[in-house]
């Protein structure tokens, strides 16, 4: 399938994580104002574009991302057509799959959500089914 635009969750450059804005710091040559990078500052400029597959591995994404992520990945999946997606957040304590399964419950094209069976990473991943017609309502005219 084609590849579809998902915003990444922005974050305003000029400021830093706890708002303040950041000064300029004088570049080597001394003659522009440079600023000093975060690392909550956003990789990209643009939306980064992901394929429309039936596995997300949220391993790439920054903590702070992964909700805005999945959320718009899984309705572009469901206005794509498509019905089982299986989402990887790992195992470690268990904080990602609890934030995903509490994003998963209030979107209202999400049909159901299981642990994935073992072969596919068991506990580590969630299976989540789609009812496809729920994801984009101007869709059902």
Same mark, same amino acid.
């Given at each position: &399938?084609?590849?579809?635009?998902?915003?990444? /969750?922005?974050v305003d450059p000029s400021r830093d994580r706890e708002g /303040? !804005? %950041?000064?300029?710091? /004088?570049?080597?040559?001394? @003659?522009?104002?440079?600023? !000093?990078?975060?690392e909550c500052?956003?990789?990209?400029? !643009?939306?980064?574009?992901l394929p429309l597959e039936d596995v997300?591995?949220?391993?790439?994404f920054a903590p702070h991302?992964?909700?805005s992520v999945v959320e718009e990945y899984l309705s572009q999946c469901c206005a794509a057509g498509l019905t089982v997606v299986r989402l990887i957040h790992g195992?470690? &304590?268990g904080v990602q799959r609890e @934030?995903?399964? /509490?994003l998963l419950a209030r979107l209202p094209f999400v049909r159901a959500v299981h642990d994935a069976p073992p072969e596919a990473g068991g506990w580590g991943a969630t299976v989540v089914t789609l009812?496809? %017609?729920?994801?984009?309502?101007?869709?059902?005219?």
């Amino acid at each position: &399938m084609g590849g579809r635009k998902v915003r990444r /969750a922005g974050v305003d450059p000029s400021r830093d994580r706890e708002g /303040a !804005e %950041n000064t300029p710091l /004088a570049n080597a040559r001394g @003659s522009e104002p440079a600023y !000093e990078a975060t690392e909550c500052d956003p990789p990209f400029p !643009e939306p980064v574009v992901l394929p429309l597959e039936d596995v997300l591995d949220l391993h790439p994404f920054a903590p702070h991302e992964v909700r805005s992520v999945v959320e718009e990945y899984l309705s572009q999946c469901c206005a794509a057509g498509l019905t089982v997606v299986r989402l990887i957040h790992g195992k470690g &304590m268990g904080v990602q799959r609890e @934030s995903i399964r /509490a994003l998963l419950a209030r979107l209202p094209f999400v049909r159901a959500v299981h642990d994935a069976p073992p072969e596919a990473g068991g506990w580590g991943a969630t299976v989540v089914t789609l009812q496809p %017609n729920l994801a984009n309502p101007d869709r059902n005219g």
